[in-house]
């Protein structure tokens, strides 16, 4: 059973990549998910307390960058307890549940 409390945002530019994410989050128990659509709402959540969420799913076009590691972008962005950068939201739907697996590991014992 998915951890029902886990916060998620799923930040893509384009609005209908993350419907698609978040209707896979939602088919697979997560519901407290929020899309934002532009860096700037991103960058707004700077002032938020570490750990404040518990995964950011960012497309690899909202870092502005072909070659971002994912390491240093979370040690920058300590309000996430989890960052996933994905290239192709077609791609990361069907990974979803492993990928929730790895976030959530009690909740597919």
């Known amino acids: 059973m998915p951890t029902k409390s886990l916060r998620i945002l799923i930040a893509d ?15 697979a128990g997560y519901f407290r998910v929020a899309p934002l659509h532009s860096l700037e709402a991103l960058t707004g959540l700077g002032d938020a307390q570490a750990g404040e969420f518990d995964l950011l799913l960012i497309s690899q076009k909202m870092v502005e960058g072909a070659s971002v590691d994912a390491g240093q972008y979370h040690r920058d962005n300590a309000p996430f307890r989890h960052i ?25 014992t």
């Open 13 to 27: 530019a384009d609005a209908d990549q993350a419907l698609k994410v978040e209707r896979a989050l939602n088919h």
């Open 84 to 108: 996933r950068i994905y290239r192709d939201a077609d791609v990361l739907v069907t990974q979803i549940d492993l990928l929730m697996q790895s976030i959530d590991p009690l909740s597919h």
